[in-house]
């Protein structure tokens, strides 16, 4: 499993639209092949800062799959126009997961 | 539901070390009232980051039970040696997850 981290800025006034084009485009990545599941995180402290967290199969399926199909360019035209900034994009496997099950 | 993010930046190195460290102080930050859950997740791109995800009850569960807690010195006395740097935390609500349960 490898975990996408995106950090996403959104610009003020636009939270609610934003949130909205997510749900809006979360089936667009949620049938895109290798996806798990994902989740997006609204910061407390940060206005506009969103996390986006997406679990893969493996990290070709994000890169190379996803990024090369017409669903992402699909997603990007739903949820992109909100960006402030390019999103800040980093993979993760897991080291610790607690409890253990 | 309250998510902690935690990046941590461990000096080249000390990166097994750091990991076999998490797991010892996983009971530690477990015990703590209002704890849900934690995952450890180790950088693909960027050799001694990690991001340390933990859910909790509540946002005070952790800025003020867990870190006003005796518990929270020990935790830092057995993970703290390793930060190469201070930690970055924020904390983050839930927007939206995926599949929808």
Chains 1, 2 share one sequence.
Do not use: N
């Amino acid at each position: 499993m490898i975990l996408e981290e995106a950090v996403l800025s959104v610009r003020e006034g636009d939270a609610t639209a934003f949130e909205a084009a997510m749900v809006k485009a979360a089936p667009v990545i949620a049938g895109a092949a290798g996806y798990l599941s994902h989740e997006l995180q609204r910061c407390v402290e940060t206005p506009g800062r969103y996390l986006l967290l997406v679990r893969w199969e493996t990290l070709e399926a994000h890169t190379v799959g996803f990024r090369q199909s017409a669903a992402f360019a699909e997603w990007r035209a739903i949820v992109g126009p909100f960006f402030a900034v390019p999103p800040v994009v980093e993979h993760y496997e897991t080291a610790l997961e607690w409890p253990v099950l």
